[in-house]
């Protein structure tokens, strides 16, 4: 074994769980103690700034300076209280992550005295140097201004010794440069078009919500393994390693017990998540060795997209205390299942009614079908749309690999809406007769509580599920930020219910009843949105086939599916929607298809290093103790070596085909790599790289995993794959 290799090993199989400290076992009493919260505000503010900041998370008011200042100060106060000693606008800038730059509370003022300082003027706005976060080209990077702005929705907390105040992060030109604005803008966007659609049935309601349940896959592996691995720790996954002799064939990692290790892992990570206000909940093993899932209480979209990335970062760090570390990559080995992020999405009134969870009345039902339906449909719609939304390298190895959902996006709903949906479809058009309409009342609309109730079909292939009060979107990959489906979901949505009232209105305006209008535009959506709906197994060669005869799309690599961002229609949709005007969208493009090239472009030098670097000479000098050794019985037998030495022989040949394989591959790899660098374009530039220097990497790859399985496995340098997954 390597030194590198036999030390890595060493220190994971002597690692012992770390004990946890926990001051109560009552997980409520910990909730949220670290957040900004109603209680907290209550506590520290005025009763006017208190309703101020309510109005501003509500009704979008604006925040006036003096009010802000109050609430600085009492911001202030508080997290000093806490153990704060900086503060930090926190946000979530292109490239993925969060970002913060960190400031101390702590002023001087003349005479050598200090003290703390923060005003409503540091709370609202800062200047982070906007020069280093990607940008799309949107601004000169010598005229590189950007500031953030607060976001009261999201409350702030203190994590650590630090403040951190959730923003919005925008160029001076008014551009947003974040994640979240855009975000902002879909869920104004579908709270007004759901809110109106909502009057037809119930004039109290006056705000329509998104909430969001992610649930988060990640591998835990120890670090001493990701430092020992230059791929794990530059790319976040492995590019080579034979698959070990046990995999997850046995199935026997799910929902088993959870090694004590992780489990004081996950331990700590709860009680900080909790601290923190992130309501996780569930925890369990998943299929793959070393695969786990966390999953919080759903909450109103913002909060949650928040949640996700700082958890993300909470998880790092805590991973690190326990000498884990935690890949969050769609697709860290091969052979082995990948990571997702299911976003499980619906719609909640300020009445208290999920509006995709069937009720206890006829009416409440139309109301549910109403939002199923025209989901549906936002979706047959903007199929395409979405899957760019979830389009990223990564998770290129899970959608159309044959184990996450399929690239093409389609929506189950089981068997039973199935037949709730076909009836619709055949009530007669136009005037409904009083007996029709008791009928459908009372036995289609009014019976769909207790069909769901048992409703127990459910279909793990579909990139987009009904879950019986839910839609999951799964085809979310693990390392993603949630606010980029979401930001499409909520806005396709909100498009389809502003066409739904257009076409209802419209009907009622010529004199039909409302109930009338309603059950016609749903029968004619029911007609014209089948094409998105599938109910069978969403691998099966049959679906790839069946999908592209119904002439959805199926773009299995990101700069195909990113193409479909930039399409007139859709950069109408983003206008029209005030999401995102064209400059926006642009730039977000150009943002996306670079951060793809870069992925592969280090990856590709990442796998050639290791290849030339680390295989080929370990290979060599593997293959130089066989020739010593056939040597030595040539010595001995004379010229009976040749039966006695003919494996070692073929050994020394066989290693010198794949050695001569890897370099050829390796140096074509390289041209292929120059030739796309070559091309201004960045659209066919990220082409080229799919096509042209991604598929050496299965070549090269092979090559390699034969090698790893000839050598001596006291040469080989790099941690296998039976080491990294099985250790605890
Ligand atoms: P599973 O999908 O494993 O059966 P659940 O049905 O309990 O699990 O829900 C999974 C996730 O869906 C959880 O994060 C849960 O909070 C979330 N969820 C449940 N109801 C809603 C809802 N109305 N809106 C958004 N997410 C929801
Ligand atoms: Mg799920």
């Known amino acids: 074994m390597s030194t590198i290799r036999f030390k890595a090993f060493e ?35 005025t009763k006017e700034a208190y309703r101020s900041v309510k109005d501003a998370i509500q009704y979008g008011k604006k925040i006036d300076r ?74 000169n990077t010598f005229e590189a201004r950007g500031y953030t702005a607060w976001d009261p929705t999201s409350p702030a907390f203190v994590f650590e010794t630090t403040l951190c105040i959730p923003t919005i992060f925008v160029a001076y030109t008014g ?58 720790k530059l790319t976040g996954r492995t590019l080579l390693g034979h698959s070990p002799a046990k995999g997850q064939q046995l199935d026997d990692h799910y929902f088993g017990s959870i090694p004590d290790r992780v489990m004081a892992f996950m331990r700590e990570l709860e009680i900080e998540a909790l601290k923190l206000g992130i309501p996780v909940k569930t925890r369990h093993n998943e299929v793959a060795p ?55 999405w619906s719609l909640a009134t300020d009445t208290g009614v999920n509006l ?63 037949k709730v949906l076909d009836e619709l479809e055949n009530v007669t058009k136009g005037k409904l007769s009083p007996e029709e309409k008791t009928e459908l009342k009372l036995n289609v609309v009014g019976k769909i509580p207790e069909i769901l109730l048992d409703n127990t079909d459910r279909n793990r292939t579909s990139p987009f599920a009904f879950t019986g009060n839910k839609f999951e979107f799964r085809a979310v990959g693990s390392s993603a930020n949630c606010a980029t489906p979401m930001t499409v979901l909520n806005m396709i949505v909100a498009k389809q219910l502003k066409e739904f009232k257009i076409s209802v209105d419209e009907m009622i305006e010529k ?49 195909k599916a990113l193409e479909a961002k930039t399409k007139p229609e859709s950069i109408a949709l983003f206008e029209e929607m005030k999401i995102m005007s064209p400059v926006e969208l642009k730039a977000r493009h150009e943002i996306q298809v670079e951060e793809y090239i870069k992925k592969i472009q280090i990856e590709s030098r990442v796998l050639g290093d290791i290849a030339l670097n680390h295989i080929i000479p370990t290979s060599i000098r593997y293959q130089n103790i066989l020739t010593e050794n056939v040597k030595g ?96």
């Open 511 to 559: 004199g039909m009843k409302k109930d009338d209008a309603i059950f016609n535009v749903l029968r004619e959506y029911i007609k014209v949105s089948k094409k998105i709906r599938f109910e069978g197994d969403g691998y099966s060669e049959a679906w790839q086939k069946e999908a592209a005869k119904r002439g959805l799309s199926n773009n299995k690599t990101t700069p």
């Open 633 to 728: 019985l040539k010595d001995i037998f004379g010229n009976e070596f040749k039966e006695i030495a003919k494996d070692q022989m073929d050994l020394i040949r066989k290693i010198s085909e794949h050695i001569g394989a890897i370099s050829v591959n390796v140096e074509s790899m390289v041209e292929a790599r120059k030739k796309a660098n070559n091309v201004e374009d960045i659209e066919k530039r990220a082409e080229l790289y799919c096509d042209k220097v991604k598929p050496y990497f299965d070549k090269i790859r092979m090559h390699c995993d034969k090698l790893e399985m000839m050598v001596d496995d006291e040469l080989w340098p790099l941690s296998k794959y039976r080491e990294i997954l099985f250790t605890r």
């Open 11 to 45: 220190k994971a199989i002597e690692r012992t769980p770390l004990k946890v400290e926990e001051k109560t076992s009552k997980r409520s009493q910990i909730f949220g103690i670290n957040v900004f919260n109603d209680e907290a505000m209550l506590q520290s503010m």
């Open 66 to 139: 003096k009010t802000a200042d109050q609430v600085a100060s009492a911001m202030k106060e508080w997290s000093i209280s806490k153990g704060a000693t900086h503060y930090t606008h926190w946000f979530q800038p292109l490239t993925g992550g969060t970002a913060e730059k960190h400031d101390a509370f702590f002023e001087t003022y003349g005479n050598g005295k200090a003290m703390e300082k923060f005003d409503g003027g540091q709370l609202v706005q800062q200047e982070p140097d906007a020069s280093s976060f990607p940008n799309g080209g949107i601004r």
């Open 356 to 418: 995709l969870s069937p009720g206890q009345t006829p009416m409440n039902n139309l109301q549910f079908l109403t939002f199923f339906i025209n989901t549906i449909k936002a979706v047959q719609d903007y199929e395409e749309l979405l899957r760019s939304a979830i389009a990223s390298a990564g998770n290129d190895h899970r959608l159309g690999a044959n184990e996450a959902p399929p690239a093409i996006i389609s929506v189950f709903i089981g068997t039973q809406l199935t």
């Open 290 to 344: 070393n695969q786990f899932e966390l999953a919080p209480i759903f909450e109103e979209i913002n909060l949650a997209v928040d949640h996700n990335a700082l958890l993300m970062d909470v998880m790092q760090k805590v991973g690190k205390r326990h000498g884990f570390y935690v890949m969050f990559h769609e697709k860290p080995f091969a052979g082995i299942n990948g990571s997702g992020k299911h976003n499980n």
């Open 175 to 232: 551009e947003a440069l974040d994640n979240k604005t855009p975000l902002l803008k879909a869920l104004h966007a579908i709270d007004e078009a759901a809110t109106h659609v909502c009057q037809y049935f119930d004039k109290k309601v006056s705000k329509v919500i998104g909430t969001l349940g992610w649930e988060q896959e990640y591998f835990l592996i120890d670090s001493a393994f990701a430092e020992s691995r230059p791929d794990i």
